[in-house]
């Protein structure tokens, strides 16, 4: 069953990698799909800090007058979502992701970056925002989409990891990098107790 897309754990240490596990057991015959509609990814945004009150209520709202752009949105969120998927759980194997879906990042970041622009904070630093009407509903992915692109560029000091049986992604933060499962209280412990079910039918 989908959960509470706004309680759905966020263990991947990143945005974009969260975003790519808003799917569980991609590719199984128990795949959950969280994002089943464009208010559970405006509630995902919101739960994920990338989109303020104000620009979910606006963008629910322009959503509703025009169902056949806004699945057409949320088809290109989810199309960056595989991608994501693609990339980062080729990476986290050691692999070279495919050309293809490489392009599709740098072509989402292009897309994003038309609409980003700084703004100095009042600590001195800048922050980036976004330049967007209430009829952009593309706005939710922006963020996601540069911060998998900075992901690419600088590579995180630790390695990306893919959980084996939710295939969740994860950056592992582990001293030794020995994370092994998305979260160990979950997958890890499920596993843990096939692994000793098994042990105990062998017997
Ligand atoms: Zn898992």
Not at 34 to 46: T, V
Not at 82 to 110: C, K, M, N, Q, Y
């Amino acid at each position: 069953m989908a959960k509470d897309i706004t309680t759905l754990e966020r263990v991947g240490a990143h945005p974009a990698l969260d975003f790519a596990n808003t799917v569980s057991w991609r590719g199984q015959a128990r795949a959950v799909e969280h994002l089943r509609s464009y208010d559970a990814l405006l509630a995902w945004s919101r739960a994920a800090g990338l989109l303020s009150q104000g620009e979910a209520r606006r963008l629910r709202r322009a959503s509703a007058h025009d169902k056949r752009r806004t699945a057409a949105a949320l088809r290109r969120a989810l199309t960056l979502r595989e991608t994501i998927f693609v990339v980062g759980s080729t990476l986290a194997r050691d692999s070279l992701p495919p050309r293809a879906a490489v392009a599709r990042v740098h072509a989402a970041r292009l897309a994003a970056l038309a609409h980003a622009r700084l703004v100095p904070t009042a600590r001195g630093a800048w922050t980036p925002t976004w330049n967007s009407a209430p009829s952009d509903l593309d706005r939710p992915w922006w963020p996601v989409a540069l911060a998998f692109a900075s992901l690419l560029e600088q590579p995180p000091r630790y390695p990306l990891g893919i959980c084996p049986d939710c295939s969740w992604l994860f950056i592992d933060r582990t001293r030794n990098r020995s994370r092994r499962w998305c979260s160990s209280g979950d997958c890890g412990n499920r596993a843990r107790g096939r692994r000793f079910r098994v042990r105990h039918r062998s017997r």
